[in-house]
């Protein structure tokens, strides 16, 4: 939930629980349960998130997401997500589905909650999910969950509000690839993907905001979806999402107030650690790398590629470049 505290995140990963955050869902169990705040805290509603993003996306359609930070928060908004990933725990919890198991690894039966529909009146059922995940896997589909959901041997609606995976071999880590940090997690109306180029402008899906307008490169405007499934939620108005590609201009509209939430690097954080409006809260995950070419060139040369290792000093790269984090 967004407070009077400006947030920045210190690594790009952060944003896959931009939409989480929200609508009011913490890092406890199914949302309305655990995820409630604690008796001390008061929960407080309305208001219009400001939000900087890190670049511009390409379009609602779920096989046309990428990841985060390029527009799958901003999907899943409007969408939803099957399942949701606690980002600190790496527990996986129910959203749109209510439940995801399996006694073998191999056979996985997911259960949707019941009563759930589209903006566009249509429900959230069984067929509706394996017509999502069907345009993900068909073989001229580009979208980036292919792979992950590659481990699929068949997939059927089996109960209106239930779709039985099996596997080509047994995988404990399947339902990651339905959280949110997978564009399949995402799931929209199929009457409105009918036309994909329409939806990728115009989405309908049965998340916590529904859209209000798109100005590419620019501002992205959600407002309240009204009867979202979780009852009380979002506790926002509505979320505007503000494309703000340069750091050190995330940076500074973050300290002046004209963002809310916002990804600052880690040699930033000495720049807003001491304004007391300003929350940092890093993230577990993520990172950055070099990684040399070691099948050609000179980094082919594993010796080499040990002399690179060794001109880099940890602590060093962690001072200089990320502000000590």
């Not at 001229?140 to 997939?155: H, N, Y």
């Not at 115009?202 to 590419?216: D, Q």
Request: a negative charge; hydrophobic letters at 40%; aromatic letters at 6%.
């Amino acid at each position: 939930m967004i407070n009077s505290r400006r947030i920045a995140l210190s690594a790009a990963v952060g944003l896959a629980a931009v939409s989480l955050l929200l609508t009011g869902c913490g890092a406890g169990g199914s949302p309305g349960e655990a995820d409630q705040p604690s008796a001390s805290a008061e929960i407080q509603t309305g208001g219009v998130a400001q939000i900087a993003a890190l670049t511009e996306m390409q379009g609602f359609d779920p096989v046309k997401v990428t990841n985060v930070g390029s527009g799958l928060e901003r999907a899943a908004a409007v969408m939803d997500t099957l399942l949701y990933r606690d980002e600190l725990t790496d527990e996986v919890f129910p959203k749109l589905a209510k439940g995801f198991s399996s006694s073998d690894g191999q056979t996985w039966v997911l259960e949707l909650r019941e009563g759930v529909n589209f903006t566009d009146a249509t429900p959230l059922d069984a067929d509706a999910v394996v017509f999502n995940l069907q345009r993900h896997i068909s073989p001229d589909s580009t979208s980036t969950a292919k792979a992950m959901l590659s481990a699929i041997d068949t997939m059927e609606a089996t109960g209106d509000h239930e779709v039985t995976f099996t596997l080509k071999q047994p995988s404990g880590s399947f339902p990651l690839s339905l959280t949110g940090s997978s564009p399949a997690s995402l799931i929209g109306s199929p009457a409105a993907l009918a036309d994909p180029e329409a939806f990728n402008a115009n989405p309908v899906g049965a998340g916590p905001f529904v859209l209000e307008s798109w100005v590419r490169d620019d501002r992205l405007t959600l407002t309240k979806n009204a009867d979202y499934w979780d009852e009380g939620k979002p506790y926002l108005d509505g979320v505007e999402y503000h494309v703000r590609v340069d750091p050190q201009t995330r940076t500074d509209d973050l300290i002046a107030g004209g963002t809310d939430l916002a990804l600052v690097p880690g040699s930033a954080w000495t720049q807003v650690g001491g304004i007391p409006t300003i929350e940092l809260r890093p993230i577990p995950t993520g990172g950055e790398a070099v990684i040399p070419n070691a099948s050609k060139g000179p980094f082919a040369d594993e010796r080499l590629r040990e002399a690179l290792l060794y001109t880099f000093s940890g602590d060093t790269t962690a001072r200089v470049l990320f502000g000590g984090t």
